[in-house]
Every structure is written in C-alpha cells, then in structure tokens.
C-alpha cells in the first residue's frame, strides 16, 4: 500500500509492533533493535491458589503492561487474519522478523506466534483460563527485568468463546499454509466450544491477590454467538447455523470490541460461502448490518471531526473510532459504496492528525505524535517505540493525572501525551490490530475514491 510520505512504512511498522510485543524468547537486536531484551517470563505459571503449575510462555504483551490476557488476545488475532483475508497482497514476507524469507507473510506468522500461546490457554475440559500476569503491575522497566512469579487466572466463558471463534477463524487462514495447523486450529476451536456450549455463563473477575487488567464482561451472549457463527464459517455444518441463530438476539450490538464482539459473527456469516443468500435469518443480520454500517456513515458525516463516535469517549475511543472503520470498509467490500468509502478515509485521517488537538495518535508519525506513552518499554528506554497507536481522548478521566488536568476539556481534547495518563495515552495489541485491519481495508478499495 502507499501512503503519501511520511506515512509510506506505515503499515509495515503497525504490524512489526507485535514483535516487539513477543513474550517468552530473546528478541535479537537484528530484528528488535533498541528493543531487543532477553527471554522475559519463561519461567512455569501458577495455576490460580493451587501448586500446579503449567508452561504457558510466548504470545504477545497486552499492552504498556506485560501481562497476556486471552479475550484481547483473541480480537488482536482475528483482526490480523481478517486483514490478511481482506487485502492479502499488501502483507510481504520481508518484514525483518525472525520468520521472514520463510515463504508465508509475516502478518500470518505473526499471527500464529499468538496462537500458538493460546493453544497453551486453554483447559484440558476446553474451558479457557482468562489470563496470566503477575499479582499486581510492575514498575517501569523493561520486560526480563519482571521477574515475579506469573499467576494463570481463573477460566470464563467469555474467553473460551473469543477463542472457539477466533480459532475456528485460523482454522479457514492457515488451510493455505499448514493443513496441520489449520486442523489443530479447528480442533481447538471444536473443543472450546463443546465447553462453552454445556457451561453456564462463568463471567470473569479479578481474584483475591490478583490487581491486573480485568477484562470483565458480565455479558457472554455476543462470545457465544462469534463462537458459533464463526465455527459454521469453517465448517458448513448446519448444527452450528442452527446455534448461531438461536444465541443472536437484535440486542448484541454490531461491534468489535474486546467486550462486544458480536460484529465478529456477523463477518463470519455475511462472507460466508456456506451461507446461502436467501436464507431469512442470514437476510435479518444482512439489513441490520447494513442499517449499522450506514448509521455509522451518517454520524461521520455529520461529525465536525468526520468521525463516526461522539461523545461521551470511551477508553481506548481510537480503537473503538477504527473498529467503525474496519465495519464501514466492511460494509464497502460486501456492497461497494462511496459513502462507506470515503467515511472509512475520514476515519484515518482523524487518526493521522486530522482532530482537535492536531495529533498523530501513532508513535513515531506525522508532526506531533505521542512522545511519552504508557508502555513500559518506552519509558525503560527514554524514547517511545514506533508504530504504536495510543488509546486517544476518554472524557471519563479515569487515571489521576487526567482528573487532575482535564476536567472541564472537551471531550475530544481529553488526552494526555504523558506516562502517567494510562487510561488516554496507553498502547494495546488490539488497539493496533484494528488499525492493521481499517489500514488493509482502505489499501484493498485504494483507487476507488478517485473515480
Ligand atoms: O461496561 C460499562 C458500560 O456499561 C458503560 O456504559 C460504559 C460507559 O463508559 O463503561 C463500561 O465500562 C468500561 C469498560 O472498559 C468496558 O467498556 C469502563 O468504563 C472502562 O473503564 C473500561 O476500560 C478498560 C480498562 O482496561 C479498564 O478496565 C478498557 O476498555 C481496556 O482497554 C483497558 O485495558 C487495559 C488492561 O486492563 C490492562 N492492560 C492495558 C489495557 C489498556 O489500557
Ligand atoms: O500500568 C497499568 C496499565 O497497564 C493499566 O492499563 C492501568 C489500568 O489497569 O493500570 C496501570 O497501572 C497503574 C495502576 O492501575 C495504579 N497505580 C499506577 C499504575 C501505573 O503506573
Ligand atoms: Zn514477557
């Protein structure tokens, strides 16, 4: 893809984020560079007020902080097998990570370093542990330097459902690639969901001892129905149509969020080649997909910033900005459309500098971009690394400096370019995923907003 300079390496530097990101091995200056470090959190896990303990090192670091947690975890994967399948031309195999030159491109061998983690989450039974972190956030430093024992955290059925979903996803990407893998893949996501489907909902919450990233979601209902739709995607088997069907409801929101995530099922069912066109229940999600998508394309039209969010800004408001990108330019591939184009374009150059406070909200872009965000890397290196996208404006104030600094901001200049503002100015894989994903989007209709 091209972007006008200073923006060309753009999406390259997006994607090598989640190397940077690896936990588990030495990152090698020769790909890593200032951020090579050794092997960090290597050592077995406890399993959650018991002695046993399970080896469940690699994957990607959340975010700023070094835990891996499984439902943010699944998004960040299905976002890049998602803009793999959507613009598969704009990913090359020579991105200097250590797989390049290996004959897959490194967005899927990416991919699949997370993937390979997440087969280690899960529970014998198939449920899927929610996280592994240490008791409580370290300090500043850098990731082998966090040396506390690592905690797995109790199962819940949202994570075991964002997994069935986002494996039985890989399970249809890796076909291309690894059969074995991709039949792993699948076995995992079938074995997930037999759990899922014979468990009562098991909503997660921090346990006694344990102060890290949360990710609760009382409600799993969106999980369940991701998990079976996609699972019909990759299979055709009726069974789980059938499932998909009777766990959607018109209440689970159209939305990609780590704690919404029924939008993803809509996408398995809508591309699906197994779904025949006139089946009614496929033409119910049809209409309401679309009446989602140009909804979103109203707001940004009538926005000031050509966005499709307003306020009141969330934490984390930039992803939840691309996540309406990635529906827009969704929306555009299944029924080409100016209108989505063009909001899918307003959406990025808010994100590259065109809002309020004149920001590139992507480390290392544009003329004012984040200096100081809350990712312990950077701040154990004095320098932030590039290509990071940083969580943008939240008018909820939910860090002490913001309360202190912003009361009273419009809420689109409710950020913060500081270290201490982690609810405005924090970095997360699937904050970047979403951008991986609207960047591919806008790559695969590039050309069609001039004619
Ligand atoms: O569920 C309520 C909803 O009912 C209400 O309408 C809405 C109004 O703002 O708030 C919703 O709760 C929000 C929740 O996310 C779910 O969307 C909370 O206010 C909000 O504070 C919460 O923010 C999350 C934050 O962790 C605190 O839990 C962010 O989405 C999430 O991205 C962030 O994730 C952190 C991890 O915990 C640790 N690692 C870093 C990562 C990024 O900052
Ligand atoms: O650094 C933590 C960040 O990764 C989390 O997103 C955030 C919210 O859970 O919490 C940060 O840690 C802060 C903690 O919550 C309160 N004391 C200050 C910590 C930041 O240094
Ligand atoms: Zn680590």
Redesign the pocket.
């Known amino acids: 893809m091209t972007f006008p300079a200073p923006f060309n390496s753009l999406l390259e530097e997006v994607v090598r984020m989640f190397y940077l990101q690896r936990c588990g091995g030495t990152l090698q200056t020769e790909h890593a560079g200032d951020f090579s470090h050794p092997a960090c959190h290597a050592a077995p896990s406890r399993v959650y007020g018991t002695e046993e303990f399970l080896s469940v090192t690699g994957g990607w670091h ?4 070094y ?1 891996r ?1 499984s439902a ?1 975890a699944a998004k960040a994967a299905a976002d890049l097998l998602l803009a793999y399948q959507a613009a598969p031309a704009l990913f090359t195999d020579d991105t200097n990570i250590p797989e390049s030159g290996n004959g897959v491109p490194d967005l899927i061998d990416e991919a699949r370093f997370e993937l390979e983690w997440m087969l280690k989450m899960i529970r014998p039974d198939g449920a899927v542990y929610h996280k592994v972190t240490c008791a409580n956030f370290c300090g500043m430093i850098p990731p082998h330097l966090e040396c506390e024992e690592t905690v797995v955290s109790p199962v819940s059925t949202t994570a075991t459902g964002d997994f069935a979903g986002a494996f039985a996803l890989a399970s249809r990407v890796y076909g291309a690639f690894d059969p074995a893998f991709a039949q792993a893949c699948l076995d995992a996501a079938r074995r997930t969901y037999a759990f899922l489907r014979s468990s009562p909902p098991l909503p997660f919450h921090n346990p006694p001892g344990i102060t ?5 979601d009382p409600c799993d209902a969106d999980e369940r129905f991701f998990a079976a739709a996609s699972l019909f995607a990759a299979t055709g088997e009726r069974a789980y149509l059938d499932d998909a069907e009777s766990l959607w409801s018109a209440e689970l929101p159209v939305s990609l ?3 919404d995530m029924a939008g993803y099922g809509y996408l398995c069912l809508l591309f699906s080649p197994f779904a025949a066109g006139d089946e009614p229940f496929l033409q119910t999600l049809r209409e309401r997909f679309f009446a989602h998508a140009d909804a979103l394309a109203g707001a940004s039209e009538t926005s000031p910033y050509g966005v499709s969010l307003a306020a ?1 800004l ?3 408001s930039n992803m939840y900005l691309l996540n309406n990108a990635v529906l827009l330019g969704e929306a555009n591939r299944l029924r080409p459309s100016y209108r989505y184009a063009a909001a899918v374009e307003r959406h990025l150059a808010y994100i590259f500098g065109e809002n309020p406070l004149g920001m590139c909200y992507i480390t290392g872009y544009g003329e004012h971009s984040p200096r100081h965000p809350h990712h312990r890397p950077s701040a154990a290196h004095g320098k932030p690394m590039p290509g990071m996208l940083v ?1 943008g404006p939240d008018s ?1 104030l ?1 860090d002490h400096l913001a309360k202190e600094r912003l009361l009273g901001k419009p809420p689109f200049e409710c950020y913060l370019d500081e270290l201490e503002s ?2 405005t100015n ?1 970095v ?1 894989i699937y904050w970047n995923s979403a951008l991986v994903y609207a960047l591919a989007l806008y790559g695969a209709m590039a050309g069609s907003l001039d004619t």
Do not use: K, N
Not at 62 to 65: E, K, L, N
Not at 212 to 216: A, F, M, N, R, W
């Open positions: 959340d975010a700023g902080d835990g947690y943010p890290t990233g949360e990710y609760d969020g780590w704690e009141p969330p934490w984390g969580g909820g939910h982690y609810s924090e997360a």
